[in-house]
């Protein structure tokens, strides 16, 4: 085990955030719960999606993940065991309503009222996801995120949680990354549903704008004292040269990765872009009459941050015209992900979005880094984790004092998990998972954020 309790290796301690910064862990419904077809349970897209051959890595699935639908409250202690003050879950939405809509399960309700309390009882603050890309597979059938009758599901959905949760939970996220389950899921057919469709892209995210705000109109209607966020993933686009061409396919890769959808959150519409990708969405969907509808003020908006993107104008990639040049080509450090480690790219984007002047706060509501954890005499020292995380909270904290706005901080993430297509082959977490015995092993980096949050 490692020690650092009284120095946390960046010259400062969590109090310099302030006494009320929220400092969390972040899990998933899909990735973590497992049980997926217990106590009234039905299949959601990603249990149907992980068992097409060749889409997952070693074929596995998220059958029984973590386990945590039997073990939430060992994983509960562990997260208040290791020094922090708030968790974030989410909802799946197949446990609680197994027709997508309709009739409410009740042990589905049971259960989150169960880890609700557990995290109430431990002193955590429950910080609720509604959507983390697991939609009810019988909601698919009917089109899921392209189907026009999609928010209509989710208003459903939403105000069930928000009905019946809502006395002891008051901070929300609305949607998880929505750029990435319209793109991946819809679009390059990597993720759940494996569609590989433009138009059905456009129509999810037209959709998924709507859900953004609704889901918050709903939750401010029937959560009093309700703080509503919704989280975005984001990354800093590098331009490869400042050859103009270069310059243009950088602006068309923001636009996706980065605006697409905090810019119709602030009223603003979808972003223009210069090779009709927009006009397109506005002529399949008439998005410009629905300005209104997308249009939300949120109490803070989450950041999901873990890499920067280089990127370079290429006439053979369809559409956008632009690739990414990989960290190791660059020669720059990067994670078992191929994901680049640049601390200072995470200060850049977070001030970008600061900069639109419309969001109130921010949080930080996932980063971190997989990496090959190495087991030596019983431990696992993961000291590249712990150097990502120190590099990352440095940066945070200039950010801070650059004025920016900054309420939490989640890593991502508590356990090893079902890390979507990579399987059991990306490990993020803070705790090691036997996926054969569920063994929980704390690993350095949890330690080291015990004795920082101490």
């Not at 759940?192 to 705000?213: D, W, Y």
């Not at 686009?237 to 980065?258: E, F, G, K, S």
């Not at 605006?259 to 210069?274: A, M, T």
Request: hydrophobic content about 40%; proline content about 4%; charged content about 20%.
């Amino acid at each position: 085990m490692i020690q650092h309790q009284n120095d946390s290796g960046i010259g400062f301690k969590a109090s310099a955030f302030g006494p009320d910064f929220h400092w969390g862990v972040a899990i998933s419904a899909a990735q973590n719960e497992g049980a997926v077809l217990s106590d009234g349970r039905s299949l959601s897209i990603w249990d149907v999606f992980a068992r097409r051959r060749g889409v997952i890595k070693r074929g596995v699935t998220p059958a029984q993940a973590c386990d945590f639908y039997r073990r939430y409250k060992e994983d509960i202690m562990l997260v208040k065991a290791l020094g922090f003050n708030s968790f974030r879950f989410s909802i799946s939405w197949s446990r609680l309503l197994p027709d997508g809509s309709g009739k409410v399960n009740e042990h589905g309700i049971r259960f989150y009222d169960d880890v609700i309390n557990e995290c109430l009882l431990n002193g955590l603050t429950p910080f609720v996801t509604l959507y983390h890309w697991d939609l009810p597979q019988v909601l698919q059938q009917q089109g899921g995120w392209v189907s026009p009758l999609i928010n209509k599901w989710f208003r459903h959905f939403a105000k069930i949680c928000a009905k019946a949760f809502g006395d002891r939970v008051k901070h929300w996220l609305v949607l998880n990354e929505p750029v990435g389950f319209t793109s991946l899921g819809y679009m390059l057919g990597k993720h759940a549903p494996g569609k590989q469709n433009l138009s059905f892209f456009l129509r999810a995210v037209h959709h998924a704008a709507i859900a953004q705000a609704e889901g918050g109109r709903i939750l401010r209607k029937h959560v009093d004292g309700a703080r509503i966020g919704t989280t975005f993933s984001c990354s800093e686009v590098i331009p490869a040269t400042l050859q103009q061409n270069d310059l243009a396919a950088a602006a068309r890769i923001d636009l996706l990765l980065n605006r697409l959808f905090v810019e119709p959150l602030l009223g603003k519409g979808f972003p223009e872009d210069d090779k009709g990708l927009m006009d397109k969405m506005n002529r399949e969907n008439l998005s410009w009459k629905y300005t209104d509808r997308m249009q939300f003020n949120m109490d803070f908006i989450g950041l999901q941050n873990y890499f920067p993107v280089v990127v370079k104008h290429n006439a053979f990639i369809p559409i956008i015209q632009a690739s990414e040049i990989s960290p190791k080509r660059r020669q720059v450090p990067f994670t078992a992900m191929g994901w680049e480690v640049n601390p200072t790219s995470f200060q850049n984007i977070i001030k970008r979005f600061w900069k639109y002047g419309a969001i109130k706060e921010l949080m930080i509501t996932e980063n971190g880094a997989a990496y090959k954890d190495r087991f030596t005499g019983g431990q696992i020292n993961d000291a590249e984790r712990i150097s990502y995380f120190q590099s990352h909270l440095q940066a945070l904290n200039r950010c801070m004092k650059d004025g920016v706005r900054i309420s939490g901080y989640f890593a991502w993430t508590l356990m090893d998990n079902f890390e979507w297509a990579e399987g059991h082959e990306a490990r993020f977490g803070l705790v090691h998972v036997d996926f054969k015995t569920q063994l929980r092993t704390i690993k350095d980096s949890g330690y080291w954020w015990r004795d920082f949050l101490r």
